[in-house]
């Protein structure tokens, strides 16, 4: 389980695109939230509980690297990602 001081690391941030999963066992389903600082938000559940789970840093376009992740057990339900919003240059 991700902590406050995680959490409070995408306050204020803008969202960029949502990414959802769904299909697999272990997580049933994903929600990822796509900031316009190339950072990922996930959020999955296996049964009732909603967990939040972070990733900074991607080095690469954060859409880019969410699309092909699990892809083997897991399909996408949504995609929004608004490419005009992300850093053009991500670290």
């Known amino acids: 389980m991700a ?3 995680d959490i409070l ?20 389903s994903q929600c990822f939230l796509i900031f ?7 959020l999955y559940s296996d049964e009732s509980e909603i967990i939040p789970s ?7 376009f954060a859409a880019d690297w969410v699309r092909p992740y699990m892809d083997d057990a897991m ?3 949504i ?4 490419m005009s919003l992300m850093d053009k240059n991500p670290s």
């Open 3 to 5: 902590s406050r001081k």
């Open 9 to 28: 690391k995408v306050v204020g941030k803008t969202i960029a695109g949502v990414i959802v999963k769904e299909g697999g066992p272990h997580p049933a």
């Open 36 to 42: 316009t600082d190339n950072s990922v938000c996930e």
């Open 54 to 60: 972070f990733t900074y840093d991607r080095g690469a």
């Open 75 to 77: 399909k996408i339900k």
């Open 79 to 82: 995609d929004l990602v608004d």
